[in-house]
Nanobody
Framework: QVQLVESGGGSVLAGGSLRLSCAAS????????MGWFRQSPGKEREGVTV???????TYANSVKGRFTVSKDNAKNTLYLQMNSLKPEDSAMYYC??????????????????WGQGTQVTVSS
């Protein structure tokens, strides 16, 4: 069983930055794939980025060049640095994990473990 706890959400103006964190416990952190997803009201949950156990990453086209995913294995923590934020980035952001490795950016249903989410609001 993997437990995930997100933090770092908040409200910012367009063009600003936020860093989300996801503290993981309950599994061998190094051997799992982790990802960030987001969901806005009335929309389906969508993938933002995934980082695999080997450190390779994939990003959604909408965030490439603005968002950076990283992980600190010593702290069992996943991060999402979000720069040049836009109003359309506003959403509930979720951390997800799974013991499998995925090609590309997998759909939400591929991940078995989820955090409770943290809200990001970007105003113009």
């Amino acid at each position: 069983q993997v437990q995930l706890v997100e933090s770092g959400g908040g409200s910012v103006l367009a063009g600003g930055s936020l860093r989300l964190s996801c503290a993981a416990s309950g599994y061998t952190y190094r051997s799992i794939s982790m990802g960030w997803f987001r969901q806005s009201p009335g929309k389906e949950r969508e993938g933002v980025t995934v980082i695999r156990s080997d450190g390779s990453t994939t990003y959604a086209n909408s965030v490439k060049g603005r968002f950076t995913v990283s992980k600190d294995n010593a702290k069992n923590t996943l991060y999402l640095q979000m720069n040049s934020l836009k109003p359309e980035d506003s959403a509930m952001y979720y951390c997800a994990a799974d013991t499998r490795s995925f090609l590309g950016l997998p759909p939400p249903g591929a991940f078995n473990y989820w955090g409770q989410g943290t809200q990001v609001t970007v105003s113009s």
